[in-house]
């Protein structure tokens, strides 16, 4: 709320001015003494870590022209940085060099995606897996992996989902456990119209990141409105808000969906949360609680394993609990 104006009257026009005269006096001099004991007590934090990086890596450069490591570690830095035209031309100095250069095609794409420029930073992976797909380690090369993952990004963004799906299928053929690549696999998806595989990738996506990242819950939560599953897109709202740090709404939706289907994705939920806002012993309850419904439940039984409490004996389930599973509920 914006402070009340002060009203001034007839009276207060009507001041003494020497009085005034005097208070302003007495001002200035307090705020001179206050700057010249703050010039004399600070001491500047001097250059930034960041920047001290960048200094160094020119003066490294300066020293070496032609070190394709010296002008690598430029080109990173500058990016870093958030100097784009300065990295990009770093990288092309190297490319010069070696065409081929593997870590500078990708730092050149990666720099001209950040610049908007995504048709010249698709020329830039699609040169990576040229280069390295015909390579006896290409079934677990990092960066062929890369490029088809950003490739697939790039076609996401242009809204060319067949085309995504084809780079990202590649990529996770390389790393099945890349939770990124299986969010844009989702987000694909849906724009092909196919929410049922949506809801598929973007739970995969999940499995292996399930805190702290928003997009998969919002995706996951249209998938399910498509679907025409109220409860389910009730959950990933809930888990939207607890990303979010809507903290007190997450709670509330959550709670409510704890006597229906969503039970144990709720309690998961839930549990998260405990474990998020350090309060291991409430979050240990309701994993316990999910194994009493479920006693296979892989979610529940990492999630006690990580708290310290041995699975074997966390919970005893009871024999006519029903079974589910994160992935199916």
């Not at 001034?8 to 005269?21: E, M």
């Not at 990092?142 to 490029?147: I, K, R, T, V, Y």
């Not at 819950?217 to 979010?244: H, R, S």
Request: glycine letters at 8%; a positive charge; aromatic letters at 6%.
């Amino acid at each position: 709320m914006r402070p009340m104006r002060r009203i001034t009257t007839l009276s207060d026009r009507a001041l003494d001015r020497g009085l005034r005269v005097g208070v302003l006096a007495l001002l200035v001099a307090a705020l001179a003494f206050a700057g010249l004991y703050y010039k004399d007590q600070h001491v500047s934090a001097g250059p930034s870590l960041l920047d001290r990086q960048v200094s160094s890596a020119e003066q490294a450069v300066r020293r070496a022209p032609g070190s394709v490591p010296a002008r690598l570690a430029l080109a990173q830095a500058y990016q870093s940085d958030k100097r784009l035209d300065d990295a990009v031309e770093q990288y092309d100095e190297i490319l010069k060099v070696n065409g081929n250069h593997r870590a500078a095609l990708l730092g050149r794409g990666r720099a001209l995606m950040a610049k908007g420029d995504l048709d010249r930073a698709a020329g830039a992976f699609r040169r990576i897996i040229e280069v390295a797909k015909p390579g006896e380690f290409a079934g677990s090369d990092p960066q062929l992996e890369a490029a088809y993952y950003f490739l697939g990004s790039i076609a996401v963004a242009q809204h060319k989902p067949a085309a995504a799906l084809t780079q990202l299928e590649a990529a996770l053929r390389i790393d099945p456990t890349d939770s990124d690549a299986w969010y844009l696999v989702g987000v694909a998806t849906m724009q092909v119209g196919e929410p049922k595989k949506a809801v598929s990738a973007l739970e995969r996506a999940l499995t292996f990141v399930p805190t702290g990242w928003c997009d998969p819950y919002t995706q996951l939560a249209a998938a399910y409105k498509a679907l025409g599953l109220e409860p389910k897109a009730e959950y990933a709202g809930a888990m939207t808000d607890f990303c979010e740090k809507r903290l007190d709404v997450a709670k509330r939706r959550l709670t409510a969906l704890i006597s229906g289907p969503q039970a144990v994705d709720a309690m998961l939920g839930l549990g998260l949360m405990a474990e998020t806002a350090a309060q291991p012993g409430e979050a240990i309850s309701w994993y316990r609680r999910i194994l009493g419904r479920d006693a296979t439940n892989t979610a529940a039984l990492a999630a006690l394993t990580r708290l310290g409490v041995r699975p074997a004996t966390a919970v005893k389930p009871s024999p006519s609990a029903p079974t589910s599973s994160r992935q199916g509920a």
